[in-house]
């Protein structure tokens, strides 16, 4: 039981220190401030929320998976690489510190900043109750998921991170990941596999896509394999983010 302890001692001092490393520097305002201003811009203007005649949020959440693909690889990709450009990544990985730990730590501080992001949406989710009777249920479920979702994306850009040590190289090849995960639910791309190797091919393709798991809760479906595709992908990317971490420290 201390051995298991000690592993995980190093998650609130890493937690503490890569959170107010964000807000330290305007990374997280940055972050924050254009991914409010995107969001309420696909929202409001291209989805043309105030045609739609409805009372819901669907218009905003459509866009969160495109958006994630772009913005949280950018919040991730300093999580490791910032280290090794600083030149503290040796220090850090020599310290008795448990890997577990560090690595969760850095994980949950940039999920801390996300989950900021869409805290700060909530006048929106206010607004459609004053102009309307949406499915607040189905709202807040869709919000939960949406930040399961946004998990796994900065789990693959953390790990990218570790991985190659240079920020422009994780976040290109984050956004190359997420794009891929994103993009094997989209319609388009589901009849294109299905025209070349049938429906079973497709069908298969579209259960690893991050747009078919989250669709589901935009529908206002709670989908526990959904759920589970999730958390698993954090679990796997988290693992690999320790892997690929540790292998500097055998170095």
Known sequence: MNRFRQQFDSFLPTYRRELGAYFATPMAYVFLGVFLLSLGMFTWEAARFFDTGTADLSPFFVWHPWIYMIFLPALAMRLWADEASAGTDELLLSLP??????????????????????????????????????????????????????????????????????????????????????????????SGVKSLFGAGMAELVAHFSFLSHFEAAQRGVLEFRSVLFFLGVITLWTILNGLWASRQRLG
Do not use: C, E, R
């Open 97 to 190: 510190l448990g890997m577990p730990g560090l690595v969760l730590g850095k994980l949950f501080a940039a999920w801390s900043v996300a989950a900021a992001g869409l805290i700060f949406t909530l006048p929106m989710w206010v607004t459609v109750n004053y102009l309307g009777a949406p499915d607040n249920a189905a709202i807040a479920l869709t919000y939960f998921v949406s930040l399961l979702m946004a998990g796994s994306y900065l789990s693959i850009g953390a790990a990218i991170s570790a991985l190659t040590g240079s920020q422009v190289t994780a976040f290109v090849i984050s956004v190359v990941i997420a794009f891929v995960f994103t993009a094997a639910g989209w319609p388009l791309v589901l």
